[in-house]
């Protein structure tokens, strides 16, 4: 998996005033721990942190001061609106050592219960995988043009890369095709009620004729 590098910069003032400052210049705060190390206070480009969500990368390389780190994204905040980022979480990560990490499931091709009018329901978008960082894939690419109504993928049923565990079930469905559903019964009605309606508009009249007729 290629990895993305960031040049990021040490913070020192690590207060909520310093933080709204960053953002209204385009960066964002960090912080960068683990592997028994000191934690390290970051400001990351706005821009390289918003193309990581977009393109949903989850290992990046550092750089800081002209050193390099390897590092997993563990977490990114954001306002009560989800609309601004406030805060990204780096855990350094060592190559030789396996991380577990959660990658999209990418569906691939046209099923053939789609064509035959069944309804696709994709049910994992995102699967945990345990693997070295170097082997980290970027998604879980699932074949789905054989899938006819009424059959299921499970994540047996995918082989993942080489160097590469899934964590999750196995028997977990990952995509599913239904038979689509031409009717659908009235809400709150049952046969009973369905089948009596008609007597009793029927009733209604010959009590209304009635009425009619007793005023005359």
Do not use: W
């Not at 964590?167 to 089948?195: M, T, W």
């Amino acid at each position: 998996m290629e990895q993305t590098v960031i040049q990021a910069t040490k913070r020192q003032d690590v207060g909520s005033q310093g933080a709204r400052r960053l953002r209204s210049q385009g960066r964002v705060p960090a912080v960068l721990y683990g592997h028994k190390l000191d934690t390290v206070h970051l400001t990351l480009p706005l821009k390289d942190v918003e193309r990581l969500v977009h393109t949903r990368t989850r290992m990046v390389s550092i750089e800081i001061g002209g050193t390099v780190e390897t590092a997993l994204i563990k977490e990114i905040q954001y306002d009560s609106m989800g609309d601004h980022l406030l805060h990204v979480d780096l855990a350094r990560v060592a190559m030789d050592q396996k991380v577990s990490v959660t990658v999209p499931v990418e569906l691939h091709g046209m099923a053939k219960g789609l064509a035959a009018g069944g309804v696709l329901e994709h049910l994992l978008k995102d699967v945990q995988v345990r693997c070295l960082p170097g082997d980290l894939p970027e998604k879980i690419r699932v074949e789905i043009a054989d899938l006819e109504v009424g059959g299921a993928i499970h994540l047996r049923n995918i082989v993942p890369p080489q160097g590469v565990e899934f964590v999750q079930d196995s028997d977990i469905r990952v995509v599913a095709i239904h038979a689509k559903l031409e009717e659908v019964a009235a809400p709150g009605l049952g046969e009973a009620e369905v089948a009596a309606e008609p007597e009793l508009i029927q009733r209604k009249k010959e009590e209304e004729a009635e009425e009619e007729g007793g005023k005359e």
